[in-house]
């Protein structure tokens, strides 16, 4: 019996990997650096409604950096996903306690969808979007 050959890596897969260990050196960067990320994967605006719940998110995230410049940093990616940095820690009260507020509000806007068993489609998260959207 002979032994089967082992799976190859395709380059695609060589650049996925190299990709993921640039995101972890940057997710590991920032929380020393007192950095707390959380991103929101809501899918692209469809409606109107839609619209106005992403541009709230951002406007809320904002309205704190107005209190506390240049501690909240927003990237939007594409119209997938919203996400939020703040910190570093000695900028903001407390970075960790602006995310979770965000986090909140962000839970509390969602679509809601009675086929879901969750409530709503939209997912948050406590990354940065570069760990990706969470799987079932």
Not at 68 to 88: E, H, K, M, S
Request: glycine content about 6%.
């Amino acid at each position: 019996m002979t032994n089967p050959e082992p799976p190859r890596w395709s380059a695609a897969d060589e650049v996925l990997a190299q990709l993921k260990g640039e995101a972890l050196v940057q997710e590991t960067t920032d929380h020393l650096a007192g950095r707390v990320w959380i991103t929101v994967w809501h899918g692209d605006p469809e409606t109107a409604d839609d619209a106005h719940r992403v541009a709230s998110l951002a406007d809320k995230a904002m309205s704190l950096n107005q209190t506390w410049p240049g501690c909240v940093r927003l990237r939007q990616g594409g119209n997938d996903y919203t996400a939020i940095q703040f910190g570093p820690a000695d900028s903001a009260p407390d970075p960790t306690a602006l995310a979770e507020d965000l986090a909140t509000f962000a839970a509390a806007i969602a679509p809601r969808c009675q086929h879901l068993d969750r409530g709503t489609w939209w997912h948050v998260t406590h990354a940065a979007p570069s760990a990706g959207p969470p799987t079932r």
